[in-house]
């Protein structure tokens, strides 16, 4: 699947872990929302969204969430970004390189 940006005509493959936000250290970096403001993740052939920072709101299908499953066809929004999952095809990307982090709880969930 793919995040497409629909207020920037940007697009973003959907890896097994995606850290969205604004720090160097995220997948998909977007200004003004916080440093790792949303996680999405692949759970049983499903994407998860959560909700890392909850003073940013984050909406699916104009809904405000701190966590749910994403769809082809749902509108994301976080903070002012738009965004929309589109199906490209029925495999899941896999992610180049192996994502670590210096905590070491997530460290240990990316594993």
């Known amino acids: 699947m793919v995040l497409i940006q629909t207020n920037q005509n940007?697009?973003?493959p959907l890896t097994k872990y995606n850290l969205i936000g604004?720090?160097?250290?995220?997948?998909?970096?977007?200004?003004?929302?916080a440093a790792h403001q949303v996680r999405i993740e692949s759970r049983d052939g499903?994407?998860?969204?959560r909700n890392l920072n909850f003073k940013?709101?984050?909406?699916?299908?104009?809904?405000?969430?701190?966590?749910a499953f994403?769809?082809?066809?749902?509108?994301l929004q976080i903070g002012e970004h738009e965004f929309q999952i589109e199906?490209?095809?029925?495999?899941?990307?896999?992610?180049?390189?192996?994502m670590t982090s210096k905590n070491v709880n997530w460290n240990q969930e990316l594993q």
């Open 70 to 75: 994403v769809s082809p066809q749902d509108e």
């Open 46 to 49: 499903r994407f998860m969204l």
């Open 22 to 33: 604004s720090s160097d250290d995220v997948q998909i970096r977007l200004p003004g929302v």
């Open 10 to 12: 940007r697009s973003f």
């Open 56 to 67: 940013i709101p984050v909406r699916v299908n104009n809904v405000e969430v701190t966590e």
């Open 87 to 98: 199906d490209v095809g029925n495999e899941l990307p896999h992610s180049q390189s192996r």
